[in-house]
Protein backbone atom coordinates (compact mmCIF):
# COMPACT_ATOMS: atom_id res chain seq x y z
CA UNK A 1 0.00 0.00 0.00
CA UNK A 2 1.18 3.49 -0.72
CA UNK A 3 2.33 6.20 2.20
CA UNK A 4 -0.28 9.06 1.57
CA UNK A 5 1.84 12.35 0.99
CA UNK A 6 0.08 13.48 4.23
CA UNK A 7 1.89 11.24 6.84
CA UNK A 8 5.81 12.57 7.43
CA UNK A 9 7.68 9.62 7.16
CA UNK A 10 9.53 8.33 9.91
CA UNK A 11 11.72 5.70 11.42
CA UNK A 12 9.18 4.93 14.18
CA UNK A 13 7.24 7.47 15.43
CA UNK A 14 3.68 6.55 13.84
CA UNK A 15 0.71 9.08 12.64
CA UNK A 16 2.97 11.76 12.53
CA UNK A 17 1.36 14.21 10.26
CA UNK A 18 0.60 18.33 10.02
CA UNK A 19 -2.60 19.61 10.89
CA UNK A 20 -2.17 22.88 8.06
CA UNK A 21 -3.73 24.42 5.30
CA UNK A 22 -7.15 24.10 6.07
CA UNK A 23 -9.30 26.86 5.32
CA UNK A 24 -11.90 28.42 7.95
CA UNK A 25 -15.61 29.77 6.65
CA UNK A 26 -14.29 33.30 6.83
CA UNK A 27 -11.53 32.37 4.23
CA UNK A 28 -8.77 31.97 6.43
CA UNK A 29 -5.92 29.24 6.35
CA UNK A 30 -4.33 27.28 9.09
CA UNK A 31 -0.94 28.20 9.44
CA UNK A 32 1.86 25.31 8.38
CA UNK A 33 4.45 23.97 10.53
CA UNK A 34 2.43 24.97 13.65
CA UNK A 35 0.39 21.92 14.91
CA UNK A 36 1.23 18.67 14.91
CA UNK A 37 -0.47 15.29 15.51
CA UNK A 38 0.98 12.19 16.24
CA UNK A 39 1.13 8.32 18.32
CA UNK A 40 3.41 7.74 20.68
CA UNK A 41 6.77 8.70 21.31
CA UNK A 42 8.90 5.28 23.16
CA UNK A 43 9.96 4.09 19.88
CA UNK A 44 11.61 6.86 18.13
CA UNK A 45 15.00 6.24 17.12
CA UNK A 46 17.77 9.13 16.86
CA UNK A 47 16.94 10.06 13.23
CA UNK A 48 13.14 10.57 14.53
CA UNK A 49 14.42 12.59 17.74
CA UNK A 50 16.34 14.91 15.43
CA UNK A 51 13.27 15.66 13.22
CA UNK A 52 11.24 16.63 16.27
CA UNK A 53 14.11 18.85 17.42
CA UNK A 54 14.10 20.75 14.58
CA UNK A 55 10.46 21.02 14.08
CA UNK A 56 8.41 21.11 17.86
CA UNK A 57 8.78 23.25 20.76
CA UNK A 58 6.05 21.35 22.57
CA UNK A 59 5.00 17.90 22.43
CA UNK A 60 1.91 17.66 24.71
CA UNK A 61 1.29 13.86 25.52
CA UNK A 62 -2.67 13.06 26.21
CA UNK A 63 -1.86 9.39 28.40
CA UNK A 64 -3.04 7.81 31.19
CA UNK A 65 0.05 7.84 33.38
CA UNK A 66 -0.40 3.68 33.22
CA UNK A 67 0.32 4.06 29.48
CA UNK A 68 3.67 5.93 29.89
CA UNK A 69 4.95 4.06 32.82
CA UNK A 70 3.57 0.77 31.37
CA UNK A 71 6.25 1.79 28.17
CA UNK A 72 9.33 2.61 30.41
CA UNK A 73 11.27 -0.45 29.58
CA UNK A 74 10.86 0.16 25.90
CA UNK A 75 11.86 3.75 25.89
CA UNK A 76 15.01 3.50 23.44
CA UNK A 77 16.38 7.13 25.01
CA UNK A 78 15.37 9.37 27.95
CA UNK A 79 11.47 11.64 27.26
CA UNK A 80 12.21 14.57 24.91
CA UNK A 81 13.07 17.69 26.99
CA UNK A 82 9.62 19.01 24.86
CA UNK A 83 7.00 16.93 26.30
CA UNK A 84 4.08 17.97 28.55
CA UNK A 85 2.60 14.96 29.95
CA UNK A 86 -1.40 16.10 30.30
CA UNK A 87 -3.46 12.89 30.90
CA UNK A 88 -6.98 13.02 29.47
CA UNK A 89 -8.35 10.70 31.50
CA UNK A 90 -8.67 10.60 35.60
CA UNK A 91 -5.34 9.88 36.46
CA UNK A 92 -6.64 7.96 39.89
CA UNK A 93 -8.29 5.76 38.54
CA UNK A 94 -6.42 2.52 36.82
CA UNK A 95 -6.90 2.64 32.94
CA UNK A 96 -7.50 -0.66 33.09
CA UNK A 97 -10.76 -0.18 35.03
CA UNK A 98 -11.72 3.12 33.00
CA UNK A 99 -10.82 1.07 29.71
CA UNK A 100 -13.43 -2.02 31.21
CA UNK A 101 -15.87 0.77 32.28
CA UNK A 102 -16.14 1.84 28.69
CA UNK A 103 -15.47 -1.12 26.76
CA UNK A 104 -19.00 -2.62 28.67
CA UNK A 105 -20.88 0.68 28.35
CA UNK A 106 -19.88 0.95 24.33
CA UNK A 107 -18.30 -2.42 23.13
CA UNK A 108 -14.00 -2.65 22.19
CA UNK A 109 -14.69 -0.30 19.10
CA UNK A 110 -15.01 3.55 18.63
CA UNK A 111 -18.29 4.99 18.08
CA UNK A 112 -19.49 8.71 18.85
CA UNK A 113 -21.19 7.34 22.27
CA UNK A 114 -17.92 5.90 23.52
CA UNK A 115 -16.11 9.76 22.80
CA UNK A 116 -19.21 11.42 24.34
CA UNK A 117 -19.00 9.35 27.47
CA UNK A 118 -14.97 10.89 27.88
CA UNK A 119 -16.77 14.41 29.01
CA UNK A 120 -18.76 12.81 31.21
CA UNK A 121 -16.19 11.09 33.32
CA UNK A 122 -13.94 14.33 34.26
CA UNK A 123 -12.35 14.61 30.51
CA UNK A 124 -13.99 17.85 29.38
CA UNK A 125 -11.67 19.54 32.01
CA UNK A 126 -8.70 18.12 30.72
CA UNK A 127 -9.58 19.12 26.67
CA UNK A 128 -10.17 22.35 28.35
CA UNK A 129 -7.09 22.58 30.04
CA UNK A 130 -5.70 21.26 26.41
CA UNK A 131 -7.08 23.83 24.91
CA UNK A 132 -5.68 26.62 27.02
CA UNK A 133 -2.08 25.01 26.69
CA UNK A 134 -2.52 25.54 22.95
CA UNK A 135 -3.24 29.10 22.99
CA UNK A 136 0.09 29.53 24.98
CA UNK A 137 2.24 31.54 22.50
CA UNK A 138 5.70 29.86 23.84
CA UNK A 139 4.43 26.05 22.83
CA UNK A 140 4.73 26.09 19.60
CA UNK A 141 5.31 24.29 16.96
CA UNK A 142 3.08 21.82 19.53
CA UNK A 143 3.11 18.11 18.24
CA UNK A 144 -0.03 16.42 20.01
CA UNK A 145 0.14 12.50 20.89
CA UNK A 146 -1.78 9.61 22.72
CA UNK A 147 -1.38 5.88 22.43
CA UNK A 148 -2.40 5.89 18.71
CA UNK A 149 -2.56 9.78 17.89
CA UNK A 150 -6.39 9.11 16.84
CA UNK A 151 -8.85 9.07 19.50
CA UNK A 152 -7.96 11.60 22.47
CA UNK A 153 -5.57 13.69 20.26
CA UNK A 154 -8.23 13.27 17.68
CA UNK A 155 -10.51 15.20 19.90
CA UNK A 156 -8.58 17.59 21.03
CA UNK A 157 -7.65 18.45 17.16
CA UNK A 158 -11.07 18.77 16.39
CA UNK A 159 -12.17 20.76 18.88
CA UNK A 160 -9.16 23.20 17.97
CA UNK A 161 -10.02 22.95 14.66
CA UNK A 162 -13.87 23.79 15.18
CA UNK A 163 -12.97 26.91 17.50
CA UNK A 164 -10.95 28.56 14.64
CA UNK A 165 -13.51 28.04 12.22
CA UNK A 166 -12.91 24.95 10.43
CA UNK A 167 -15.95 23.15 8.89
CA UNK A 168 -16.91 19.28 10.40
CA UNK A 169 -16.83 17.75 7.28
CA UNK A 170 -13.30 18.73 6.71
CA UNK A 171 -12.15 18.02 10.84
CA UNK A 172 -14.01 14.63 9.96
CA UNK A 173 -11.47 13.88 6.93
CA UNK A 174 -8.50 15.18 9.28
CA UNK A 175 -9.70 12.53 11.85
CA UNK A 176 -10.23 9.69 8.86
CA UNK A 177 -6.45 10.10 7.84
CA UNK A 178 -5.31 8.31 10.70
CA UNK A 179 -6.34 5.24 8.93
CA UNK A 180 -3.34 5.36 7.04
CA UNK A 181 -1.29 4.23 9.66
CA UNK A 182 -3.17 1.46 11.33
CA UNK A 183 -0.26 -0.73 11.01
CA UNK A 184 2.42 1.68 12.54
CA UNK A 185 0.00 1.15 15.89
CA UNK A 186 -0.05 -2.39 15.55
CA UNK A 187 3.61 -2.22 15.60
CA UNK A 188 4.05 0.12 18.34
CA UNK A 189 1.43 -2.35 20.33
CA UNK A 190 3.23 -5.09 19.96
CA UNK A 191 6.80 -3.41 20.40
CA UNK A 192 6.04 -2.11 24.13
CA UNK A 193 4.46 -5.62 25.07
CA UNK A 194 0.95 -4.71 24.45
CA UNK A 195 0.02 -6.99 21.16
CA UNK A 196 -3.74 -6.27 19.61
CA UNK A 197 -5.57 -9.58 19.59
CA UNK A 198 -7.67 -10.86 16.35
CA UNK A 199 -6.87 -10.98 13.21
CA UNK A 200 -5.40 -8.29 11.47
CA UNK A 201 -9.37 -7.14 10.10
CA UNK A 202 -10.08 -7.53 13.93
CA UNK A 203 -7.76 -5.23 14.76
CA UNK A 204 -8.34 -2.78 12.17
CA UNK A 205 -12.16 -2.81 12.70
CA UNK A 206 -11.56 -1.63 16.40
CA UNK A 207 -8.87 0.96 15.62
CA UNK A 208 -10.21 2.29 12.45
CA UNK A 209 -11.76 6.09 12.48
CA UNK A 210 -14.15 6.51 10.30
CA UNK A 211 -15.24 10.29 9.30
CA UNK A 212 -19.21 9.29 10.58
CA UNK A 213 -17.65 9.03 14.10
CA UNK A 214 -16.56 12.46 14.95
CA UNK A 215 -19.34 14.32 12.40
CA UNK A 216 -21.23 12.44 15.79
CA UNK A 217 -19.21 13.08 18.24
CA UNK A 218 -19.25 16.99 17.63
CA UNK A 219 -23.33 16.96 16.46
CA UNK A 220 -23.67 15.16 20.33
CA UNK A 221 -21.37 17.93 21.89
CA UNK A 222 -23.65 20.55 20.43
CA UNK A 223 -26.70 18.44 21.35
CA UNK A 224 -25.69 17.82 25.11
CA UNK A 225 -23.49 21.41 25.46
CA UNK A 226 -24.63 23.91 22.74
CA UNK A 227 -21.20 24.14 20.87
CA UNK A 228 -17.43 23.11 21.48
CA UNK A 229 -17.20 26.72 22.41
CA UNK A 230 -19.79 26.40 25.42
CA UNK A 231 -18.74 22.88 26.58
CA UNK A 232 -14.82 24.52 27.18
CA UNK A 233 -16.42 27.74 28.32
CA UNK A 234 -18.19 25.91 31.22
CA UNK A 235 -14.95 24.20 31.88
CA UNK A 236 -13.32 27.84 32.57
CA UNK A 237 -11.83 28.69 28.99
CA UNK A 238 -11.85 32.27 28.66
CA UNK A 239 -12.64 34.25 25.24
CA UNK A 240 -9.40 35.49 25.76
CA UNK A 241 -8.22 32.29 25.44
CA UNK A 242 -10.32 31.25 22.06
CA UNK A 243 -9.23 34.66 20.40
CA UNK A 244 -5.31 33.54 21.59
CA UNK A 245 -5.90 30.21 19.40
CA UNK A 246 -6.94 31.24 16.16
CA UNK A 247 -3.91 33.83 16.68
CA UNK A 248 -1.49 31.05 16.88
CA UNK A 249 -3.19 28.64 14.58
CA UNK A 250 -4.28 30.74 11.64
CA UNK A 251 -2.61 33.09 9.07
CA UNK A 252 -2.42 36.68 9.48
CA UNK A 253 -5.14 37.99 7.07
CA UNK A 254 -3.94 40.11 3.73
CA UNK A 255 -5.15 43.68 4.71
CA UNK A 256 -8.34 44.73 2.83
Keep these: ?28 RMRDGR ?18 TANVQTILDLRHPDEVN ?17 SIFRTEVP ?24 LKVGAAERFARGIELLAEEDRYPVLINCTAGKDRTGILVAMAMELIGVDDETIAHEYERSNADIDGLINYLREVGR ?4 TRD ?4 RMETPAEKMLGFL ?10 ADLLASNGVSDDTFDRLKKHLLEDEPPS
Excluded at 76 to 82: I, N, T
Excluded at 95 to 118: K, Q, S, V, W
Excluded at 195 to 198: H, L, M, S, V, Y
Design 35 to 52: LYRAGAWERTTEADRAWL
Design 70 to 86: GAVEYRLDDPPASVVFH
Design 202 to 205: EMVA
Design 195 to 198: PPQG
Design 219 to 228: EGVRAEHGSV
Design 95 to 118: LAEFTAELNGLHGNGITADRYLHY
Design 1 to 28: MTTPDYLIPMEALHNLRAVQGYATASGA
